[in-house]
């Protein structure tokens, strides 16, 4: 797995007299991307990323069909004590939940018309609560109802066994987290 730092990019800004008195806002966490080459270094990076969870967070999955997305969420279901050999697209019921160290709720936001069904549905309670993962496939069908603090995970096909994944996150707890990964934790 090829860890690539993000472009980045957001300068601090010049140096000198601060005027305002209230801190400068964070820039965006800098987004990070990395080359899988195979199902399993996807699922590994899941595995990564699930062992540093502690409970809240939520992943909004994006990317084409067949992408990986369901393989990212077996190596998350792995790293959290779920039975990853049960994680499937949970396409048909829209949620699948596993009991583990935390609990990983599973969901298919593919055949949602948009962020109001997701809203009025049950899908959508209790995100971000605590003791639980979220791990939404197709969040951009539904980004309307997406906390802004949610992880972002963009998957591309860009071979047979190719993906380029990028990493982003909308929250200062989601930034280290990213940061923990791409240090290699
Ligand atoms: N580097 C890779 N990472 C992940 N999956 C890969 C990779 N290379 C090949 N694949 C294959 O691509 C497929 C990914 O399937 P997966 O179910 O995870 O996709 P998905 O994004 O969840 O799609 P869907 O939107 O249909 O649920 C699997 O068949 C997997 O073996
Ligand atoms: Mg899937």
């Known amino acids: 797995m090829e860890l690539e730092p993000g472009a980045g990019g957001e300068g601090r800004g010049a140096g000198g007299q601060n005027v305002n008195p209230s801190p400068a806002p964070r820039p965006s966490p ?3 991307e990395l080359a899988s080459h195979s199902p399993a270094e996807t ?3 899941g595995e990564r990323l ?3 969870l502690t409970g809240g967070e939520i992943i909004a999955l994006i990317g084409p069909l067949g992408a990986g997305k369901t393989v990212f969420v077996r190596g998350l279901a792995r790293a959290l ?3 990853p050999e049960e994680v499937a ?3 048909y019921v829209l949620e699948r939940v596993y009991p583990g ?13 948009g962020a109001g069904e997701f ?3 049950d899908l959508g309670a209790g995100l971000g609560a605590a003791g639980a993962v979220a791990a939404v496939e197709w969040a951009d069908r539904v980004a309307g109802a997406m906390p802004a603090g949610a992880l972002e995970i963009v998957f591309e096909v860009t071979g047979d066994a190719e993906r ?4 982003a996150a909308g929250s200062d707890p989601g930034r280290r987290l990213l940061e923990r990964l791409a240090a290699g934790e």
């Open 30 to 32: 800098p987004p990070f």
């Open 43 to 45: 699922e590994a990076l």
């Open 50 to 52: 699930g062992r540093i």
């Open 81 to 83: 004590g779920c039975p």
């Open 89 to 91: 697209s949970p396409t």
């Open 101 to 113: 160290r935390l609990v990983l709720r599973h969901l298919d936001a593919y055949r949602l018309s």
């Open 119 to 121: 809203e009025t549905s």
């Open 164 to 167: 380029r994944i990028r990493l």
